[in-house]
Structure formats: C-alpha cells, structure tokens
C-alpha cells in the first residue's frame, strides 16, 4: 500500500514535489539494483568454487581406435589380450565388439582375448560405433616354431629386509626377450611371513625369513626375505658420559619393543679418540670428545662421550663418581611397584606424587601392559601400556580447567605431543557430552565426539573444550545487515520525503 500511495501522490503533487519524489525513485532503484548485483556475484563465485562441469567438450561418435600392442604371430595353444583404447578419450559410448574372420584358427572373447587353436590366418575385426580396425594374426605349430628358452629374470625393487606390514613392488623382465613363455609366476615358501601377490607385490607379515620364488616354466629364480618389526627407540642408560683416558666403559642399550630384533651395531665418529668394539665396550685412547652411534636395522641413538686427561687427579675422582652414576640409577618407589605388578594390573598414584610420568616410568607401563593412574580432586588421569606410541613423550598429569563457551576448556599436556592415547575422568556435578579441540589454523574448536560418560579420550596435545550443549558454527556476514538496511533506507527516505516535506523547509 505504501508504493500505490506513493505513486498516487506523485500524480498529484506540484512540481517541486515530483521532483522530489522522483529522486526518491531514483534512490529505490539504485539500491535493489545494487542488491541483486551482489546477490549474482555471489552465486557465481560459489559456481566457480563447485567447480566447473562445462569445460570438457564430450562427443557420442569414435574417431579412431588404438589397439596397442600386439603379437603378429602366435603358437598354437597361446592367448594374448587386446588393449583397446577409444579416441578421442571423451567419447562417451565406448562400447567395442569383436570378431575372429575364422574361429577355428583364432578367436577371440567379449573382453579382446585371442586365442590360438589351429594353424592358419585369421583377421581380428575390432568395431566401436562405424570405426574397424582389422588385424591379422598368423598361427604357427609348435613343432614349426624355435624354442626360446628364458636365460634369466631381472628384479628391480626387491629388499632384502622388509619392515612388518611394509609393502614393495617388485618389476621383473624376462630374459632374452624373445624367449617363448614370458609369464612369470611368483610364489612364497612362508605366507606366515611374508605374501606375494600374481603381479609381484611382496608384504611383511610376521617376523622371520621367507624365499620369493619368481618362475617362468622349467627356469627359477629365488630371494630369500628376512621381515622384522619395526624399531620404536633404543634404550640407553646414559646419553652423555665422562671418561679417562686409558679407561673402559660399557654401553648399556636395548631396542624397544622387546620382541623387535635386538641386534645392535657401534661405531665411533672420532676413531682416534674412542675406541668401540662390537659388544658395545668404549675404551678412551686420548683427551678429547666423540661420539658412538648406536644403530639397530633400522634406526639409531647417539651417544655423546667426553675423555679427560688422567694427570688431574682432582678430575679424576669426579670422573669416578660419575662413571658410578652411569651404572648405578637411584631407587624409585614408582618404578619398583609397576616393576612389582603383574600385565593388566591398574596402578593409582595421588597427583602430589605424580605430577609428571617420565620416560622410564612410561617404558615399564610399555613393557608390562600396565595401567598407571594419577588421581587428582576433580579428575583421573590414566594411560594404559598397550596405548603408549613414543616413549620419549612424558606426560604431565596436571590440568587446569577455566570456563569457557559456556563449557570448561582445559590445555593437556602443556599443548606438546602425547606418548600416547589418555583418558581423563572427570568429576563435575554437570554433565559435559561434548568434547572439542582447538584448531589454531582455523582458529576455532571442532567436535571430535570422544566422550564416554564421563571419560574423555584424548590423543592430542592441545586446548580442549568440553560443553554441556553443542556449539553453533553459523556466522553472520555483513551482506546479511547491509544489503536489508540499504532497502529499507531508501524505502524510508522516499516515504518521509513526500510525507514530512514540512521537515525540510
């Protein structure tokens, strides 16, 4: 009714009036115009971020037909498939047919298998839409053709040692090339340890050693694999050491988990200051600092070692006492009890005594599927052995939380990496069933919906946020207020303009 008035008014009025007026219309025009051109750039830039399904140019009618490939000449009993290949490659009906000018020399099946049956010629009709393709194929006798035995088959890609659940590719060649059988088959003397599939793919089951066999006919060719599990880290007592000169030390490592292959190697950096030998026996032969690396198959550990010169006597007590600390760890009240309990047992410790669990005690959960808890007033905090990934990673137990979002968000493990999965049951009279995490790159916190009545699964160092209610991801924009506010203004401005003229004068 506004608009009819309006226009209604504007008929009637003088001309200073509809001048008026008509800069009022001037003004809604503008400002719709100014809508729906934001409205169209907006629609066309969510069309471009969906992607663009018009730019491939498709046809219905073949062009050409590629048939790759191919033997010319085959032996009685033999089959070869056909690599078809439609262009241009959008066509769309790709739908090819075959067929044999004289079956009972070679024929051919639906999917391009020729097959070999009696001597002769034959021609091979390929038809995709109105384009053909004719090859001919001669069929000889095996008594007519020259055996080509195969001399050798050439591997690459093959490991002699694979890692437990490790997958390589193996590509084999068949020698000489114009040998008379080229399929290889492959075959694995202990599918318990490791699998080889018909194409070559060699998998690491279990640890232990199995023989790839590759075969073609009478000719083998054979690789012995040796599977083992991956190192996690190598233990050592002391990562720096002080020595004398003219003095022995030796190393104490060990290769974590306990079931992966223990074998360690030594080897020094500066050979003409330490001296290391196979068992891991360092002796000092002059002043100086090196290193000795300890490696397992397949990782490592440096160990820092320093050589003082044996004329301070001074200095060589302190030497002395620090070699005893080397081997001699003191007691830990902690340690001896999850040393004392048996695999699956649950251990509690307050968080006065507990703030932190170190890197030794986080190896004997490990080592003995342990799990260890720090009761705290308003939550536990627990890790079980099976659920440690990295050792190295220590665990602070301590949480602060605050209100946040109408929840209580709380940092784990001062944002640093976790040894591995935790769980944390808290004791508030609230119920919390959602959890988030913070993603800093986004800058706002996600669901990860890891929440069990009161136990939150945490794998992730970071700020955490849990809620009694979701949080909502819509976001105004400022098209939202401006283009309404922009209608409704001038709609304003035209009506008080004709109405209230009285204002203006």
């Known amino acids: 009714m506004l608009i009819k008035d309006y226009i209604s008014d ?10 008026i007026c008509f800069a009022g219309i001037v003004c809604l025009a503008v400002s719709i115009a100014f809508a729906q051109h934001v409205y169209a750039s907006s629609s066309a830039s969510n069309l471009q971020n969906a992607g663009d399904t018009n730019g491939a140019q498709y046809t219905t009618v073949p062009v050409d037909i590629d048939l790759g490939d191919y033997r010319k000449e085959m032996i009685v009993g033999e089959s070869q498939l056909l690599s078809v290949t439609i262009l241009p490659e959008t066509v769309i009906d790709k739908a090819v047919s075959f067929s044999s000018s004289n079956e009972a020399v070679a024929s051919i099946n639906m999917l391009g298998r020729i ?3 009696s001597v002769g010629t034959a021609i091979i009709v390929v038809q995709a839409g109105e384009v053909e393709k ?7 006798s095996p008594e007519t053709t020259p055996f080509v035995p195969v001399t050798n088959i050439e591997v690459v890609g093959l490991k002699d040692t694979l890692k437990v659940d490790e997958t390589i590719e193996l590509s084999a060649t068949v020698l000489p090339q114009n040998a008379t059988n080229k399929d290889i088959v492959f075959s694995s003397s202990n599918n318990t340890i490791a699998t080889v599939s018909s194409n070559g793919q060699i998998k690491g089951i279990a640890q232990g050693q199995a023989v790839i066999t590759a075969s073609v006919g009478e000719f083998c060719k054979s690789w012995t694999i040796t599977v083992k599990k991956q190192t996690q880290s190598i233990n050592v007592k002391k990562e720096y050491i002080i020595m004398k000169v003219a003095e022995t030390y030796q190393l104490g490592a060990s290769v974590l988990p306990k079931d992966a292959d223990q074998a360690l190697t030594y080897e020094t950096t500066q050979p003409e200051i330490l001296q290391v030998s196979s068992k891991g026996v360092v002796t000092a032969k002059s002043k100086g600092s090196g290193s000795v690396i300890i490696s397992s198959w397949d990782s490592s550990k440096v160990v820092t070692i320093i050589v003082n010169d044996t004329s301070d006597s001074d200095e060589s007590q302190t030497n002395n006492v620090e070699s005893e600390k080397l081997v001699v760890e003191p007691p830990n009240i902690y340690s001896e009890e ?5 695999s699956g047992d649950r251990i509690n410790f307050s968080g006065e005594e507990l703030p932190v669990i170190t890197e030794s005690l986080l190896k004997l959960l490990y080592e003995k599927d342990i799990t260890l808890c ?3 007033q308003d939550y536990i905090v627990s890790i079980n052995g099976k659920d440690i990934k990295n050792v190295e990673n220590s665990l602070n137990t301590f949480i602060e939380f605050n209100i946040e979002n109408g929840g209580l968000s709380f940092v784990v493990n001062n944002e640093k990496n976790l040894p591995g999965k935790v769980e944390i049951e808290i004791h508030f009279s609230e119920e919390y069933p959602y959890l988030y995490l913070y993603n800093k790159t986004k800058g706002r916190y996600e669901n990860v919906n890891a929440v069990k009545g009161d136990i939150l699964s945490i794998d992730h160092g970071g700020q955490w946020l849990i809620t009694s209610s979701k949080l909502t991801s819509f976001e105004f924009t400022w098209k939202m207020i401006v283009f309404p506010s922009a209608l409704f203004i001038g709609l304003l401005t035209v009506y ?3 109405k209230k003229k009285h204002w203006f004068w």
Request: proline share 0%.
């Open 134 to 140: 004719e090859i001919q194929i001669a069929v000889k």
């Open 374 to 376: 720090v009761d705290y």
């Open 115 to 117: 097959s070999a049956l």
């Open 338 to 342: 999850i040393k004392n309990a048996k």
């Open 496 to 498: 008080l303009m004709r």
């Open 10 to 19: 504007l008929l009637n009025s003088s001309k200073i009036n509809r001048l």
